[in-house]
């Protein structure tokens, strides 16, 4: 019953196993680290970069910039690749390898030119990281290569622009809340500080918020069961985040305001 209702907002599954595989794979590994996050395990990077210390003397310390240029800069780069390897495959694909390239060429921007960084990150957190955003976003454009090759018959509900306009929404609005953390510090100061402005009197991760609402503009403009069970995965994760981030906040400073919630106003 569930299925086939799905089913009229998605693509069928293309027969990939390597594709069913990495699908199930990215909404489990995505989903236990949102859970995980809740528990106290945290990966460690921003404000928890140093949350497990454990033979920290032996690992490979990077400075947070290089660290989150090394996450985002490959991911983009096989964004960049997917349009002439997958070239002329029609309006769809080319939206979905338009959001996928822009969102994380915006990434790479606003780490050279919006965040201020003052902690690192160890080498084996950014490893994975950068993995799974790589194999994501080539596995997102290759899913789709697929319903093109395969002839797999489109969606009875086509959600293309809408996800569109979904999509816009959430990449503007990350980037906006992205440009007011920013502002909290002065050019050499390293302090954290309550975030203000925006949505950050209701929530204190809105730039999680919209980019969970960013990944659902891409499913829709997608359609593909692998793109939704990265959402979903994604949407775990972040949520996961939040709830720590807002916990760390409330252990750091007496004033923070208790009716702000962690990503998802007046609700969680």
């Not at 964004?79 to 390898?97: C, D, H, K, W, Y």
């Amino acid at each position: 019953m569930v299925m086939s209702a799905l089913l009229k907002f998605l693509f069928p599954p293309p027969p990939s196993l390597v594709v069913s595989a990495l699908s199930v794979v990215n909404l489990v590994s995505l989903t236990s680290g949102g859970f995980s996050e809740m528990r106290g395990k945290h990966m460690n990077y921003s404000k928890f970069w140093n949350a497990t210390t454990a033979n920290s003397a032996k690992q490979i310390k990077l400075s947070s910039r290089a660290a989150m240029l090394m996450l985002y800069t490959p991911a983009f780069l096989a964004g960049v690749a997917s349009f002439f390897i997958f070239p002329n495959e029609g309006l769809r694909s080319t939206l979905l390898q338009s959001a996928l390239t822009l969102h994380f060429f915006k990434r790479d921007l606003e780490v050279l030119f919006v965040h201020k960084y003052s902690g690192y990150m160890y080498l084996d957190s950014a490893i994975p990281i950068t993995l799974s955003y790589f194999i994501s976003a080539a596995t997102m454009t290759y899913s789709q290569h697929l319903t093109v090759t395969e002839g797999l018959p489109q969606p009875q509900i086509d959600l293309m622009y809408p996800g569109v306009a979904v999509f816009l929404i959430g990449i503007i609005g990350n980037l906006y809340h992205h440009y007011l953390l920013s502002k909290l510090r002065g050019v050499s100061e390293k302090e954290y500080k309550i975030p203000k402005g925006g949505l950050f009197g209701l929530v204190i991760c809105p730039h999680y918020l919209f980019e969970i609402t960013m990944f659902y503009g891409i499913s829709m403009i997608s359609q593909t069961v692998y793109s939704l069970c990265f959402t979903i995965g994604t949407t775990f994760y972040l949520v996961g985040r939040s709830y720590a981030t807002r916990k760390w906040y409330l252990s750091k400073f007496e004033d923070f305001p208790k009716n702000v919630k962690a990503v998802i106003p007046f609700v969680f």
